[in-house]
T-cell receptor, first 116, second 112 residues
Framework: GAVVSQHPSWVICKSGTSVKIECRSL??????MFWYRQFPKQSLMLMATSNEGSKATYEQGVEKDKFLINHASLTLSTLTVTSAHPEDSSFYIC????????????FGEGSRLTVL | SQQGEEDPQALSIQEGENATMNCSYKTSINNLQWYRQNSGRGLVHLILIRSNEREKHSGRLRVTLDTSKKSSSLLITASRAADTASYFCATDGTGNTGKLIFGQGTTLQVKP
């Protein structure tokens, strides 16, 4: 089946630094990718929708300057957490759909960010 | 924003028993999906049920959908210790974009 890969799977960084998380579709062209964040013992909250070649659409309450999303190719979307703070520590998960989406979504394994 | 609620929030049963989880949502949908998540891991897709379907089976899983009540249920029969995980329902709106809105989740513990 189709595979979505996230990298890194976990990252620890110092407060104030920026961290980039990659989401790659390995064997299909991902026309749309979605980014979610999940706090411990909570559900997934949609952060933004990213379409290849266009600006991401952010959900209400998500700071676009804080969470930079780039979807430069049909196989790669990146989420950059800028000037990270401890409250940004979370589990970030991406999902991807291909053209002609009929309900089949593919999720990455997630990236755990810890900001010290 | 969260689409809806799941209940129970936590469920603890013995191996071999059945587990039922319920999900309610607020807006019209194209489909509803159930996912499993083991602690600290990614999501595993379990089953998708479309808005024009009322029931679907996959192995030990049975999903029902009642669009008039905006609710769905997931039944796991003959549970196993390996079924211990969090279970989430997620709805895809009428735009059918893949933009899923997740429920709060049910944490299931199956005791051996």
């Amino acid at each position: 089946g189709a595979v979505v890969s996230q990298h890194p799977s976990w990252v620890i960084c110092k407060s104030g630094t920026s961290v980039k998380i990659e989401c790659r579709s390995l064997d299909f062209q991902a026309t749309t990718m979605f980014w979610y964040r999940q706090f411990p013992k909570q559900s997934l909250m949609l952060m933004a929708t990213s379409n290849e070649g266009s600006k991401a659409t952010y959900e209400q309450g998500v700071e676009k300057d804080k969470f930079l999303i780039n979807h430069a190719s049909l196989t790669l979307s990146t989420l950059t957490v800028t000037s990270a703070h401890p409250e940004d520590s979370s589990f970030y998960i991406c999902s991807a759909t291909s053209k002609g989406y009929t309900g089949e979504l593919f999720f990455g394994e997630g990236s755990r960010l810890t900001v010290l | 924003s969260q689409q809806g609620e799941e209940d129970p929030q936590a469920l603890s049963i013995q191996e071999g028993e059945n587990a039922t989880m319920n999900c309610s949502y607020k807006t019209s949908i194209n489909n509803l999906q159930w996912y499993r998540q083991n602690s600290g891991r990614g999501l595993v897709h379990l089953i998708l049920i479309r808005s024009n379907e009322r029931e679907k089976h996959s192995g030990r899983l049975r999903v029902t959908l009642d669009t008039s009540k905006k609710s769905s249920s997931l039944l796991i029969t003959a549970s196993r210790a390996a079924d211990t995980a969090s279970y989430f329902c997620a709805t895809d709106g009428t735009g059918n974009t893949g933009k899923l809105i997740f429920g709060q989740g049910t944490t299931l513990q199956v005791k051996p």
